[in-house]
């Protein structure tokens, strides 16, 4: 029976942030009864169709969920139950952001079987978070962490970015001593990547984006490989990093190259090696499921080729590494036979290491992975 990784999506926000390139929406609260109607008819159809599988991870993301009544993510979560079969020790989790979860919102979470949440942090620091258009403040995304452990989550996720306009060194490290003393189970740690289309990208445009330095950046990345172990945080993926027993099942499946389902305005789905993608627009979206037409505007089946390197560039973001005997197992070939140049390559440059059954990313390959994952382009 196949275990499945489910991945609702809610394409909505409260206000825009200004490093934010995802599809998400603000002013569309009136739609946001009818986008709950069509995403439990859209969750009720693929259910009926993967009726075999056991759905052991949830994630529902956005966006951010928290903007929708306690009442409507229930009745996700319901459809969800009805639809799905569910292992019993599924890991469910949502997104929030500290503005948008107050003690009613995480009770009524928890009471629909939620057990897992990454709040949005970004910053511990008010004139940061202000910088990048967050709507909370540190003292509100203290505030969360605090109320949704009272309301019984113990599985915790915080976002925290580094590389942020005016943010120094001494910002990042009062970030991460906070996550630590929130006694939180999991960070997850990103680079700011200015993306077109963004508000960032519109004030870089008109050298208006007060940037970190090359030298402070690669600081703060330092600083930050250097704090996770001493916080008691082991890094098992290049953003990722978790207490023992806490790493994040869902975002497994990602790079593990497992089968997930993504229902909602602009998700994506991977089953039997084949990619969808549903219509990004919010009203497109409703009137499509309405009228019991698939929201799916592309279909996709990698060639070999390409699917080959989707898989190396999954696995080896992953601090385990890619497994040779895996990659037979996948597209019935030796690894090296067709990748041993750019392995070798990369050992000389010091960014891979082989042993035996595994291929993984060195310390220098973690920081500069995008560079590594090109040698995997034939």
Not at 108 to 117: A, D, E, I, T
Not at 269 to 287: K, L, P
Request: net charge negative.
């Amino acid at each position: 029976m196949m275990s499945l990784g489910l991945y609702i999506h809610i394409p909505f926000c409260r206000r825009k942030c200004f490093y934010c390139d995802f599809p998400s929406y603000t002013g569309l609260e009136h739609l946001y009864s009818a986008y709950v109607a069509a995403l439990c008819r859209e969750i009720a159809d693929q259910g009926g169709i993967l009726s075999g599988a056991v759905v052991d991870t949830v994630f529902i993301g956005g966006g951010t969920p928290t903007v929708l009544s306690g009442k409507l993510l229930a009745a996700v979560m319901d459809s969800i139950r009805q639809a799905f079969k569910l292992a019993d020790n599924t890991e469910i989790s949502i997104e929030a952001n500290p503005g948008t979860a107050d003690r009613s919102m995480l009770d009524q979470l928890r009471q629909c079987g939620v057990n897992r949440m990454s709040f949005g942090v970004q910053s511990f620091s008010d004139p940061v978070l202000a910088a990048l258009g967050r709507i909370h403040t540190a003292g509100e995304a203290v505030q969360a962490v605090e109320l949704a452990q009272k309301a019984g989550f113990e599985n915790l996720n915080l976002d925290l970015m580094y590389g942020l306009p005016d943010q120094s060194l001494h910002d990042l490290h009062d970030s991460l001593a906070m996550a630590y003393r929130l006694n939180v189970r999991h960070l997850s740690v990103y680079g700011l990547k200015v993306e077109e289309g963004t508000g960032f990208a519109y004030l870089a445009n008109q050298g208006r984006l007060n940037l970190p330095d090359d030298e402070l950046d690669d600081a703060m990345y330092e600083a930050v490989m250097d704090s996770m172990p001493k916080l008691g945080f082991a890094r098992y993926e290049i953003s990722n990093f978790a207490r023992p027993g806490y790493q994040c099942r869902h975002n497994l499946k990602y790079w593990q190259y497992q089968p997930y389902l993504g229902l909602g305005a602009a998700a994506h789905s991977f089953i039997d090696g084949q990619r969808r993608a549903n219509v990004s627009d919010v009203q497109t979206y409703i009137d499509s499921v309405s009228s019991g037409q698939p929201p799916v505007v592309l279909i996709e089946q990698p060639d070999r080729q390409t699917a080959m390197a989707e898989f190396c560039f999954l696995a080896l973001r992953t601090v385990q590494g890619l497994s040779v005997s895996q990659f037979q197992h996948c597209f019935s070939c030796d690894f090296f036979s067709v990748y041993q140049f750019a392995v070798d390559r990369l050992v000389r440059k010091g960014a891979v290491i082989v042993a035996g059954d595994n291929v993984r990313l060195t310390a220098l390959g973690m920081k500069f992975g995008n560079q590594v994952f090109s040698e995997f382009l034939l």
